[in-house]
């Protein structure tokens, strides 16, 4: 194989979760909150994009830290009865990566646990390291903790690792860290993104078929 390790972003990339999970919680808690607040859908992926999840409530709603930490208590909540799918095409790929000795890894600003449950859910296996939420805000990418210890623990050269990721954090800390970066191209691109993405990525894919072909060459 071409890469030894699969970092893999979570929301957005593996899992279709901001339209159908994240963002439907966000207006849930808002109304019950902060009724005089609002944020658009597409507002919500650019900022996200932009600023991370945290910048996002912090520098368009906001929000106070604690408010922050309410909002994910409250996301936890509601995540346990919606479930978000799989993109289509991710499992054959994770068996025949696990299959041929790949290593993989998330690094995601959702919940170990949420991660957990989706990837026993959609692809009965567990990842070999998740990185999520409770590192905390100084470690969480794009901090670049998650691949310094992936490195040092795997006992893997940069140049042995993929990371993809739909979001600017994610390019981040592969740069930060000489990791080759792939953009999770299918879910919901602006133009903005896109531009940012088709300019500075190692790999733009537009399909998860295309990441198939990137890690397997077929």
């Given at each position: 194989m071409k890469y030894r390790c699969l970092v893999l972003d979570h929301d957005d990339t593996v899992?279709?979760?901001?339209?159908?999970?994240?963002?439907?919680?966000?207006?849930?808690?808002?109304?019950?909150?902060?009724?005089?607040?609002?944020?658009?859908?597409?507002?919500?992926?650019?900022?996200?994009?932009?600023y991370n999840f945290t910048g996002m409530c912090k520098n368009c709603l906001s929000l106070t830290d604690e408010e922050i930490a309410e909002q994910f208590e409250f996301w936890k909540v509601y995540v346990r009865t919606h479930i978000p799918p799989a993109f289509?095409?991710?499992?054959?790929?994770?068996?025949?990566f696990r299959a041929e000795g790949g290593i993989i890894c998330v690094s995601s600003h959702s919940s170990v646990e949420n991660i957990a449950r989706d990837y026993e859910r959609n692809f009965g296996?567990?990842?070999?390291?998740?990185?999520?939420?409770?590192?905390?805000?100084?470690?969480?990418?794009?901090?670049?903790?998650?691949?310094?210890?992936?490195i040092r623990r795997f006992e893997l050269q940069p140049y042995e690792i993929l990371m993809v990721d739909d979001m600017k954090n994610g390019y981040d800390m592969a740069k930060s860290c000489c990791v080759p970066f792939a953009f999770a191209?299918?879910?919901?691109?602006?133009?903005?993104?896109?531009?940012?993405?088709?300019?500075?990525?190692?790999?733009?894919l537009n399909s998860v078929s295309e990441l198939d072909k990137l890690l397997f060459g077929t």
């Open positions: 899992v279709r979760s901001a339209e159908t999970v994240n963002y439907p919680a966000l207006l849930e808690n808002l109304k019950v909150k902060h009724p005089d607040r609002y944020i658009s859908f597409e507002d919500f992926v650019r900022y996200c994009f932009r289509d095409g991710f499992g054959p790929i994770l068996q025949r296996l567990q990842p070999d390291a998740v990185y999520a939420w409770e590192l905390g805000e100084t470690l969480r990418k794009p901090h670049p903790y998650t691949l310094c210890d992936i191209g299918w879910s919901m691109v602006l133009p903005e993104i896109g531009k940012f993405m088709h300019e500075n990525s190692d790999h733009y």
